[in-house]
């Protein structure tokens, strides 16, 4: 009858349909590998000129002789600062490309958090410093091990330090704290900066995503640090999240399980592939 004639044409419809995204997804797929591809090769032949590039500029800059007349000093400064945020903006991309192939390399062993709190705030000191910015740390008491990749934490660890100073004012304070929580453990960055507006959350994670894009804004960067940081975290079986408030500061926190058996080798888990 007549409902059997039209059930029967619904499902060749439905089939028509399923069979039409499947291939739609199959040249998504094939782009997605053509476009990382290109992005990697680009990548790494834009880099390796570009280190050279910066090694001159330094040497340069150096002027062991005092050959530089005074009047090129700032431009030599200027060209070596942006050949370096040309270098971090594609070692941003390297990762990313690298991270989404499932190529990043993950060596996990167990971490001190308070270890990875010094390092990082130690890479970051020289740009605290010139920003007139105070960090302080409040390290953990207790044993507070992780299993982690030591290189990629620290990594981590810089860039949530590095955005709590730059969307920091000068004088502002940065508090670094490690604490346990039962199982897991916790590390904030916490800042009395700009802060972010509600409901940015998705735009603050995403891949090349500002809060403000615009051509006003102060502050250089990629949009790509937090995506990373995310994906690295996630590789670790941690989460990333903060809590903020527009025009009082920001806190980002990453938390993991704790290594809790003093952390021997043997207590270090594989990663989930
Ligand atoms: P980038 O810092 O290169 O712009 P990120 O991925 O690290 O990229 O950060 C994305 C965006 O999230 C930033 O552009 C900024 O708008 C917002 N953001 C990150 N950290 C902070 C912070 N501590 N305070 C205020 N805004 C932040």
New binding site residues.
Partial sequence: GDISVKFYVNQQERLEQMKLIQEENERTKAALEVKSQFLSTVSHELRTPLTSIIGSLELIKADPRGLLPDNLKPMIGIAARNAQRLAALIDDLLDLQKIEAGEMAFHFKPVDANDLVYEAVESTAGYASKLGIHVTTAPCGEDCQIAGDRNRLVQVMS?LLS??L??SDKGGAVKVRVETLSTRIRISVH?E????PRGAKD??FGKF????SSDARK?????????I?KQIIGRHNGTVDYV?ELGVG?T?YIEFDRLTDGGGPSAVLEPLA
Avoid at 193 to 196: D, E, H, N, P
């Fill in positions: 860039n955005n709590a730059k969307f800042d900066g700009v802060g972010i735009c603050v995503s500002q809060v403000d502050v250089g960067g990629t949009g790509l640090g937090l995506n940081t903020s920001s980002f």
